[in-house]
T-cell receptor, first 113, second 112 residues
Framework: NAGVTQTPKFQVLKTGQSMTLQCAQD?????MYWYRQDPGMGLRLIYY???????DKGEVPNGYNVSRLNKREFSLRLESAAPSQTSVYFC????????????FGSGTQLSVL | LAKTTQPISMDSYEGQEVNITCSHN???????ITWYQQFPSQGPRFIIQ???TKVTNEVASLFIPADRKSSTLSLPRVSLSDTAVYYC?????????????FGTGTQLKVEL
């Protein structure tokens, strides 16, 4: 049972480049989330998907887009990367809603030069 | 959304009991209180959740007073491996209950 799988684990981009972070869960969870964590800071919610077919903005959605491809997969896209987006990105899932236990992936370390 | 306030850091020694208190003065009737633990370079991990009074599991206890405006995570007999950041979250299960906010957490350092 893999839980929540994120790819890639590390990525370096140049300013203006685009990329997609992938996230997949195998727990049949309805809700999925993308967080970012800057050094020494807590996690900030970027986007979430309460259920398949729905997505909503979190605290810091600017510069990002998401796609809930199916129940298992939730991707995060940076259309034009900026140095301010250098961070660790975590994907999480829960059975239904964030009040349920959140299961996190191992994170993607992204550096934008 | 209920805002939470926790100490930025705490120090302890192995074998001691550690209590981390979280303040959430504007907690709503439907809100639950959840604690997560995060080790460096890892995603947070669920520790415990409660609504009122006391909840205990194999790793921690959660004490919630009657007014629910604060909560205390209790870690019995900590070890070096309990050195981590601990987050207190407050949120509800209604309306999707999806916008849980992680604050900066409490950095617990356990020494020999």
């Amino acid at each position: 049972n893999a839980g929540v799988t994120q790819t890639p684990k590390f990525q370096v981009l140049k300013t203006g480049q685009s990329m997609t972070l992938q996230c997949a869960q195998d727990m049949n969870h309805n809700s999925m989330y993308w967080y970012r964590q800057d050094p020494g800071m807590g996690l900030r919610l970027i986007y979430y998907s309460a259920s398949e077919g729905t997505t909503d903005k979190g605290e810091v959605p600017n510069g990002y887009n998401v796609s809930r491809l199916n129940k298992r997969e939730f991707s995060l896209r940076l259309e034009s990367a900026a140095p301010s987006q250098t961070s660790v990105y975590f994907c999480a899932s829960s059975r239904q809603g964030a009040i349920e236990k959140l299961f996190f992936g191992s994170g993607t370390q992204l550096s934008v030069l | 959304l209920a805002k939470t306030t926790q100490p930025i850091s705490m120090d302890s020694y192995e074998g001691q009991e550690v209590n981390i208190t979280c303040s959430h003065n504007n907690i709503a009737t439907n809100d639950y209180i959840t604690w997560y633990q995060q080790f460096p370079s890892q995603g947070p991990r669920f520790i415990i959740q409660g609504y009122k009074t006391k909840v205990t599991n194999e790793v921690a206890s959660l004490f919630i007073p009657a007014d629910r405006k604060s909560s205390t995570l209790s870690l019995p007999r900590v070890s070096l491996s309990d050195t981590a950041v601990y987050y207190c979250l407050v949120g509800d299960s209604t309306g999707g209950g999806n916008k849980l906010t992680f604050g900066t957490g409490t950095q617990l350092k356990v020494e020999l």
